[in-house]
C-alpha cells in the first residue's frame, strides 16, 4: 500500500478515536456527574439569594401555603385518620375562609371498612367542596380485571380529562392502568391532577418500567400525561386551568401553551413525556420553602369557631391563598412522604408539589441552555485550550487553561443565580481531557520534531557529538578539554587539475559517491568525521567516542579506507569516470577538543599541533609516493600488527628537528 495512503488512513483513524474518547467522557460526565453538579449548583447558588424579585426569588410564594398532617397532629389523633377529620379541615375553608383553591396531595385508594359513615360524610364534603383538587396516579401495569378498568377508564375519562389539547404526535401510551378510587369517591371528585414525578438528569429517566438506577432524584415536574388517548393534567397544571380561563392547549416537541394566557412550558421530550426542570426555591426553616400550618392546629380552629371560641389560626390568612394538604410525618408509619430533590434529600413530598404549583401559577421556571449551545461553548473552549498550549510556552498555556476554566465556573455560577441552568462539569472535565491530549500531542510531535533535528544534525556532525549536544542542549557554550586523540587526514591525489576538466556538477556527485562510501568505514572504526575540507576528510578517534585503541582503530580504518577506494577503481572505469586516488596521514598527540568560536556560532573541533602534524604527513604522500604515513607516536601503538616502513629524518614543515615518520604497507589482521 502507498506510504502516503496509509498514513492518511492512520491519521483518519486516530482522529475518530480521538472523537470517540471526547463523545464517550462527554456522555459519561454528562450523565453521572452533570446531574450531580446540577443539585449542587441548585442548592448553593440558585437558592442562596438575598434579594425577592421575579428573577431572584428566595423562598416560596405567599401565595402558596402548606397544610400538614404532621407528628403534633398524629398526636393527637393516631393514624390512620379517620376521613371526617379531612372533612373538618375543609369545612374550616369553605365556612370560614376564602382560599382560590384546595390541592390534596393524596390518594385514596381503598374505603374504611371499620368506619363508612365517615368515608361518607367525607365523600359529601369532596363532592360539595368546587375548589378541591385532589391527586390520582398513573400505573404502568395492566388491569387485573379488564371490564372494570375499560369502565373505569370510561368514568374517569369523562370526568378529568383535558378535553382542549391539541398534541403533535408527541406522546405515546405509556400507562396501561390507574390506580382506582372506591366508586364513591370516583363519582365524589369534582378536580383531580396526577401527582406522579420521575427521578432523573434532563437527558433521560432513571426510575421507569421498574428500572432503577443509583439517582432517584426528582428535578422535573410532568405537566400532562396521556393515558388511552387521553389528557390529564399535573395538580399544578389543574391549579392553572381552574385559576384562568384557557381556551386552548397546544402540545408539541418543544412547548406547552396555553392560549389566552403568559404561560409557555419549555419542556423537554423523555420517553414521550413532556418534563419540565422544577424551579426549587430556600427552605424557610431547613425542611419547607413555603409557609407551612399544622393540620391539627385547623381541626382545633374549627372547633372553637364553632363554640364561638378565638381559632388557633385566623382562617383570614388563607385568603386568596392556594392551601396545599399533604402528610409528612418522617417516623410515622406510612406517612413519611419525603422525596430525594436536588435541594434536600429528605424534602416533604407536600412541599415538592406546592414548588411545582408555585413555579406554574407565577410562570416562574428555570431557563434551560439548550444542549447545542451548551455543545458549542464546549468546542469553543476545547479550541481555545488546544491552540493556546500550541502556540504558547507551558506557563502561558497553563495560565490560559486555568484562567479559562476559573472563568467559565464564575459564568456557570452567575448563570444560575439568574435561574439559567447551563452544564457546568461536562464542560470542565472536556477542557481538562483537552490539556491532557493537547500537552500529549505536543510532546509527541516536539519529540518527531527533535527526531527530525537530531536526524538532520547527523548528516552534518557525528551521531555522538550530535546525541552530546543534544543531552546539554541547556549547557551549550564555547570550551572544551585536553585529550589525546588520533587525527586522520586523506585527500584525493591530483583533484584539483582533476576537477578543472569536468563540470561542478560531476565534481559533486564523484565527491558525495566518495565521502559516502569512506563515512561508514570511519564509523565501523569508532571514529567521527570532524569536516570535510574541500576534497579532504578529517576524522578523529578516542573523543568523543571513548576508546583506548584509537591509534590502531585510526591505522586499520585509514587501511579500509585505501581497500574500498581500490575497490571502486572498476566501477568508476565501467562509468567513464576518473580513478581516484588517496593519500592518508594519522597522528596521535594532545589536543584541545570542544567547541570552538563564538557564542552565535561555534563548531565542535579539535585544536593543536596534533591536527597539524597529521595534516603534513598526508601532503607528504605525494613526496615519497606512498598511501598511508603515520608518527612514531601511532608506530608504536600498531607496529605488532602492521607492515610498516620507516622513513628516517624528515624535515616535516614547521619543525625545528628532524622526526622519523612511517609507512603502513599492510595492516596483518585486526586489532
Known amino acids: 500500500m502507498n506510504k ?6 492512520k491519521t483518519v483513524l486516530f482522529w475518530l478515536m480521538l472523537c470517540a474518547l471526547f463523545g464517550l467522557v462527554y456522555f459519561l ?9 446540577y443539585d449542587f449548583m441548585t442548592k448553593n447558588v440558585l437558592v442562596q439569594k ?3 424579585d421575579k428573577y431572584k426569588k428566595v423562598y416560596g410564594s405567599d401565595d402558596v401555603v402548606l397544610l400538614v398532617i404532621d407528628a403534633k397532629s398524629v398526636e393527637k389523633y393516631r393514624w390512620p385518620w379517620k376521613r371526617e377529620l379531612y372533612s373538618t379541615i375543609l369545612n374550616y375553608f369553605e365556612q370560614y375562609s376564602n382560599p382560590k383553591l384546595i390541592v390534596h396531595d393524596f390518594i385514596l385508594t381503598s374505603p374504611d371498612i371499620d368506619n363508612p359513615l365517615s368515608d361518607a360524610k367525607y365523600y359529601d364534603t369532596v363532592k360539595k367542596t368546587d375548589k378541591l383538587i385532589t391527586g390520582f396516579m398513573p400505573a404502568l401495569q395492566n388491569w387485573d380485571n379488564k371490564n372494570y378498568g375499560k369502565s373505569y377508564d370510561e368514568i374517569f375519562e369523562k370526568k378529568f380529562s383535558v378535553k382542549n389539547v391539541s398534541e403533535s404526535n408527541v406522546f405515546y ?64 397544571i389543574k391549579a392553572f386551568l381552574m385559576l384562568n380561563s384557557v381556551n386552548k392547549i397546544v402540545i408539541d416537541k418543544n412547548y406547552i401553551t396555553f392560549e389566552g394566557t403568559d404561560l409557555k412550558l419549555k419542556h423537554n421530550l ?13 427552605l424557610r426553616d431547613g425542611y419547607y420553602s413555603h409557609k407551612m400550618y399544622s393540620a391539627i392546629d385547623i381541626i382545633e380552629s374549627y372547633e372553637n369557631l364553632r363554640r364561638n371560641k378565638p381559632p388557633i389560626i385566623n382562617p383570614s390568612e388563607f385568603n386568596d391563598k392556594i392551601v396545599v394538604i399533604g402528610a409528612n410525618v418522617p417516623a410515622g408509619a406510612g406517612l413519611n412522604d419525603n422525596k430525594n430533590t436536588s435541594i434536600r434529600s429528605e424534602h416533604p413530598g407536600v412541599d415538592f408539589q406546592a414548588t411545582v404549583i408555585d413555579n406554574i401559577i407565577h410562570n416562574d421556571f428555570l431557563s434551560v441552555m439548550p444542549q447545542w449551545l451548551n455543545l458549542l461553548i464546549t468546542i469553543l473552549g476545547i479550541l481555545i485550550i488546544y491552540f493556546s498550549i500550541r502556540i504558547s510556552n507551558l506557563v502561558k498555556s497553563i495560565s490560559s487553561v486555568l484562567l479559562l476554566i476559573f472563568g467559565y465556573i464564575l459564568f456557570t455560577i452567575a448563570c444560575f443565580y439568574y ?18 491530549v493537547a500537552y500529549t500531542h505536543k510532546y509527541v510531535i516536539e519529540n518527531k520534531n527533535k527526531e527530525k533535528v537530531k536526524s538532520a544534525l547527523g548528516k552534518y556532525m557525528s551521531q555522538d557529538v550530535m546525541k552530546n549536544v543534544v543531552e546539554n542542549i541547556d549547557n551549550l557554550g564555547l570550551g572544551g578539554k585536553k585529550a589525546v586523540v588520533t587525527v586522520l587526514f586523506a585527500d584525493i591525489r591530483g583533484f584539483t587539475s582533476m576537477s578543472e576538466k569536468m563540470s561542478a556538477q560531476q565534481v559533486s556527485e564523484i565527491l558525495n559517491e566518495y565521502f559516502s562510501e569512506m563515512e561508514p568505514i570511519i564509523t565501523g572504526y569508532k571514529g567521527i568525521i570532524n569536516k570535510f575540507i574541500g576534497d579532504a576528510i578529517m576524522a578523529v578517534f578516542g573523543e568523543p567516542i571513548q576508546d583506548k585503541n584509537h591509534s590502531q582503530n585510526a591505522v586499520m580504518c585509514g587501511y579500509a579506507m585505501l581497500k574500498r577506494v581500490k575497490e571502486l577503481h572498476k566501477k568508476w572505469s565501467k562509468e567513464g569516470k576518473p580513478e581516484l586516488e588517496i593519500g592518508i596521514g594519522i597522528n596521535t598527540g594532545e589536543v584541545f577538543i570542544g567547541n570552538i568560536g563564538s557564542v552565535n556560532r561555534m563548531e565542535y573541533t579539535v585544536i593543536g599541533d596534533t591536527v597539524n602534524l597529521a595534516s603534513r604527513l598526508e601532503s607528504y604522500n605525494k613526496t615519497y609516493k606512498t598511501k598511508m ?10 607496529r605488532g600488527f602492521a607492515d610498516i616502513i620507516k622513513i628516517p629524518d624528515v624535515q616535516i614543515r ?12 599492510k595492516v596483518k589482521m585486526d586489532f
Request: zero cysteines; aromatic letters at 12%.
Open 50 to 52: 438575598l434579594s425577592v
Open 29 to 37: 460526565t454528562y450523565s453521572l456527574a452533570e446531574p450531580k453538579i
Open 654 to 665: 614547521g619543525k625545528a628537528n628532524k622526526m622519523d615518520i612511517y609507512e603502513v604497507i
Open 173 to 236: 401510551d405509556i400507562f396501561q392502568s390507574l390506580v382506582p378510587f372506591p366508586k364513591d369517591y370516583l363519582m365524589s371528585a369534582n378536580n383531580v391532577g396526577h401527582v406522579i414525578a420521575f427521578p432523573g438528569g434532563f437527558s433521560k429517566i432513571t426510575h421507569i418500567n421498574n428500572i432503577q438506577f443509583f439517582d432517584e432524584v426528582l428535578r422535573n415536574q410532568l405537566p400532562f400525561i396521556r393515558y388511552k388517548g387521553a389528557y390529564y393534567p399535573s395538580i399544578g
Open 4 to 9: 502516503k495512503i496509509l498514513n492518511t488512513i
Open 629 to 638: 604515513l603515520i608518527s612514531a607516536s601511532v608506530f608504536k601503538e600498531v
Open 270 to 282: 423523555i420517553e414521550s413525556l413532556p418534563l419540565v426542570p422544577v424551579r426549587f426555591y430556600k
Open 419 to 436: 435561574a439559567t441552568v447551563i452544564n457546568v462539569i461536562t464542560p470542565i472535565t472536556m477542557f481538562i481531557l483537552t490539556t491532557l
